[in-house]
Structure formats: structure tokens, C-alpha cells
């Protein structure tokens, strides 16, 4: 389990082998005397590491067309004069590039990379939680982080993650990183889920926000032949969860969108089902943002269309 996901709990290893913490405990001192893994507070995790995710440096050539372009779109959700925070990754970096520009805002966030990003915007307040600095993503983490954002109010919050489904939300496979971000979102109004394509369906270990606190998503259009985060998309959808979808698998390897995406027209589906705790008349919109696709719909956008 440790292998899989980076990190495990002593209360899941109970769980999952049936047994007391007591004796997982027992276990999981004998398997780091082996070398075979790290004991951790509550917990245990590969050796010399918290989790087996990949590093800042490895991430930020992941996706770079498709994380430019969600940026670009989760930028145009933030007003002038806004109170929001920003969450650690590679994404919410590139969004805090485009957020310099907005006069009056103010940032609360745990990432260096973010504060970074806007420490010369002359209009923008950062402010930054305490906490223990992990070095892998560049993100403070702890009891000092999650005490700093105790009492804090804001209108939305911009979070990735490791990944996104319909039945659990958003996850991480880092247990500090997970409980930060569920400081965030209890101090928003809103939950805006920046995530790309390949992160739809992929289930972590630590779940940081429930689908049902996700207010909006925005991610890029997925290639055709990618079932899995179509149909996780229309999952999240019918879960009342607003969609804003940017089409930039046309490049995948670049790290410019390309010039089409910059003009991108916008479409409303109503999609039927009200959204748990928002009142309304019964519909929920899905703003889908992409160029509208040549000839003959694709049998997905189609769908959500008659839907």
C-alpha cells in the first residue's frame, strides 16, 4: 500500500487488514528495523520521502499547454478587489501569473511558488500562512499552516490536487498537503478544482474536498479517445458540479496555447438537477469554454448538450 500511494495511515491498514492499530503498529516498526518503509506520526511512508510523488521539477513539464490554458480560464473567475486564496501546485502557479494583473486583490496562500509568481504585482496583497516548509512542492504545511487560516473568509479558493472523481472529489497523496487544503476550502465561499485531463478519475489516498464542496471545475477537453475522464466529467456535472472545459489537447507538448484557444467562444448547457444547498429553478449550468468543434458534433458534447 505504502508502494501504491505514497503514503498510508495506521487507521486505513487496520481497516484494510482487519485487524487493531495496536498490532499494525506492531507491524510497521518491524517493516522500517527492514528498511522497507518510514514510520510517520499517525502513519507510514517510503523511505526518506513523505510520498512517491513526483517533485516540483518533474510536474512543472507535465501538461503545459493544458495547464496554460486552465489558467487562462480560472483567471477570468477572479474580480477586481477579490479576496481569495491559492493553493500549492503547478497549475495554481500559472494561475497567480495571469492574477498579478488584477488591481485590489488579495491572496492568501501556503505556496512559495504562488507568493513568488506575485511578489512584484504592485496591486496585489499576498499574504502567507505559517508552517513547516515541504520541499517537494514548495508548500507550507502543519498545525501552523492550518492555525494561520483559522478564522479567515474569503470568496473562493483555487486548490489542485492528485487527483479528481465523482464519488470522492478531490485527493492528494500527501497527508499534511490534504490537510492544509481542507483548511483553504473552510475558508471559502466558493471551491474552484483546477485539474487537467489526466488527473480526471485518479483516486489518491487523502480526499481534500468532497465533491459535493466543489463548486466549479476547470480543466481542458480531453482527447477523444479518452473514455475515462468523459465520462468522469459528465459524472461530476451530474453531481451539480459547474464545468468550465478549455481546448488544449490540440497541443499537448507545447507550452504556449495555441492562437485559436485564445479567442475561445463560450456555451451554456443547462444540465437538469439542482445543486445541493444553492437555490435556483431546478437548472444548473455547465459553462463549457472551447472552440466549437468542426462538422458533426462529438458524441460527448452532443450528450451533455441534450442532457
Given at each position: 500500500m505504502v508502494r501504491a500511494n505514497g503514503a498510508v495511515s495506521l487507521r486505513e491498514l487496520a481497516r484494510v487488514v482487519q485487524t487493531s492499530e495496536v498490532t499494525v503498529r506492531r507491524d510497521v516498526r518491524a517493516l522500517e528495523a527492514e528498511g522497507l518503509l518510514d514510520r510517520r506520526h499517525g502513519g507510514a511512508v517510503l523511505p526518506g520521502g513523505f510520498t512517491r510523488e513526483s517533485g516540483f521539477p518533474q510536474k512543472s513539464h507535465l501538461a503545459t499547454a493544458e495547464k496554460t490554458a486552465i489558467a487562462d480560464l480560472a483567471a477570468g473567475l477572479v474580480e477586481e478587489g477579490e479576496a481569495i486564496v491559492?493553493?500549492?501546485g503547478t497549475t495554481t502557479q500559472e494561475?497567480?501569473?495571469?492574477?498579478?494583473?488584477?488591481p485590489g486583490l488579495t491572496v492568501v496562500t501556503n505556496s512559495l511558488l504562488v507568493a513568488q509568481a506575485l511578489a512584484h504585482a504592485n496591486r496585489v496583497e499576498v499574504v502567507m500562512t505559517g508552517g513547516t516548509l515541504r520541499g517537494s512542492n514548495y508548500a507550507l504545511v502543519g498545525s501552523g499552516a492550518e492555525q494561520s487560516l483559522q478564522g479567515l473568509r474569503v470568496s473562493k479558493a483555487f486548490l489542485s490536487g492528485s487527483g479528481l472523481t465523482a464519488e470522492r472529489g478531490l485527493s492528494t497523496s500527501n497527508m499534511?498537503?490534504?490537510?492544509?487544503?481542507?483548511?483553504?476550502?473552510q475558508a471559502a465561499s466558493e471551491v474552484v478544482v483546477l485539474a487537467?485531463?489526466?488527473?480526471?478519475?485518479?483516486?489518491?489516498?487523502?480526499?481534500?474536498?468532497?465533491?459535493?464542496?466543489?463548486?466549479?471545475?476547470?480543466?481542458d477537453e480531453p482527447p477523444a479517445h479518452d473514455d475515462r475522464a468523459a465520462t468522469e466529467l459528465q459524472a461530476l456535472a451530474d453531481q451539480?458540479?459547474?464545468?468550465?472545459?478549455?481546448?488544449?489537447?490540440?497541443?499537448?507538448?507545447?507550452?504556449?496555447?495555441?492562437?485559436?484557444?485564445?479567442?475561445?467562444?463560450?456555451?451554456?448547457?443547462?444540465?437538469?438537477?439542482p445543486r445541493r444547498g444553492v437555490p435556483g429553478n431546478g437548472l444548473r449550468s455547465a459553462s463549457v469554454l472551447g472552440e466549437p468543434p468542426a462538422g458533426a458534433e462529438r458524441g460527448r458534447v452532443a450528450d451533455m448538450r441534450r442532457r
Open positions: 491559492v493553493g500549492a494561475l497567480a501569473r495571469r492574477l498579478a494583473r488584477v499534511l498537503s490534504a490537510s492544509v487544503d481542507r483548511a483553504l476550502v487537467d485531463h489526466t488527473k480526471l478519475g485518479t483516486d489518491t489516498m487523502f480526499q481534500t474536498v468532497p465533491t459535493d464542496l466543489v463548486t466549479r471545475l476547470v480543466t451539480g458540479v459547474q464545468i468550465a472545459v478549455a481546448g488544449a489537447s490540440g497541443n499537448p507538448g507545447g507550452d504556449q496555447v495555441p492562437a485559436r484557444q485564445q479567442h475561445q467562444q463560450r456555451r451554456d448547457v443547462s444540465l437538469p438537477g
